[in-house]
């Protein structure tokens, strides 16, 4: 295998090398008698600490993906690299800034913005055109976040604030994933995480319920405490199936084969 990057390996703080993909759409529902309306996701993926940051987003602009960004400076603070693919909402930031500072040419512009991220101190670039395994760090956690969800829902549809909620819980359950054991000792369970690399003293995630939930019938209209009890449990499944399942392949994965002898 080949060298990898540098910013793949030396030591740096969370999301100073940040790679940036869309997945989606996402169908919602406000009301019964309303029309679905589409949402998608903007994936954060740390070059270093594997860990991720999800924005949920209304739709694939230019000025939509400059929000999210903004949003993730906000609280993950800011880049000194974001990589991206070619895709056309991340390189029309110059009719963003034609917008802002009126008609100008398109070299003029590349210079402004330019300009603005060396400012800023981040250092915009995308992968080569038709180079799609360039950016396989952050499409592997791609995957997965379609995964969780696709476990998590399955066929339901729910509210906007239903799906910012499941994907900052899927957020927490994939940044407390195990990247691989701490000890040699088979006894030990001790594990790095990503999120035991940004926080080690934050625990994500709610307690889990003490009752075993059974698959309830989907209300699109949860009422009462006992109908939201059941959704959450729901949730809950759904989210620590499918980090057993990471779990368990990282054990799996871990283990030396056997040697196999002739005779």
Known sequence: MAQLPAERVQRAPAFKYTGLDYMGPLFIREKKDTEHQKRWIAIFTCF???????????????????QAVERFIGRRGTPHTILTDNALQFKKGASILQA????????????????????????????????PWVGGFYERLVDLVKRA????????????????????????????????PL??????????????????????GMPPSNEDPTDPDYDPNPRGKATLLRQWK????????????GKHNTYRNSEKPTKLTSG
């Open 48 to 66: 270093t600490t594997r860990a991720v940051h999800l924005e949920l987003i209304g739709d694939c602009s230019a000025e939509s993906a400059v």
């Open 183 to 204: 000890s040699a000792d088979i006894n030990d369970q001790s594990i790095l995480t990503p999120a035991s690399l940004m926080a080690p003293m934050c625990q994500l």
């Open 149 to 180: 969800i696709k476990k998590t829902l399955w066929k339901m549809t729910i509210k906007d604030e239903g799906l910012r909620t499941l994907i900052a819980q899927i957020e927490g359950t994939l940044n407390t994933r195990p990247l691989l």
């Open 100 to 131: 802002i500072w009126g008609q100008k040419p398109s070299e003029e512009i590349r210079e402004c913005l330019t300009a603005f991220y060396s400012e800023k101190g981040i250092n915009w670039r995308y992968i080569p055109e038709r180079s």
């Open 234 to 245: 729901l949730r809950e499944k759904s989210l620590i199936i499918s980090g057993r399942s």
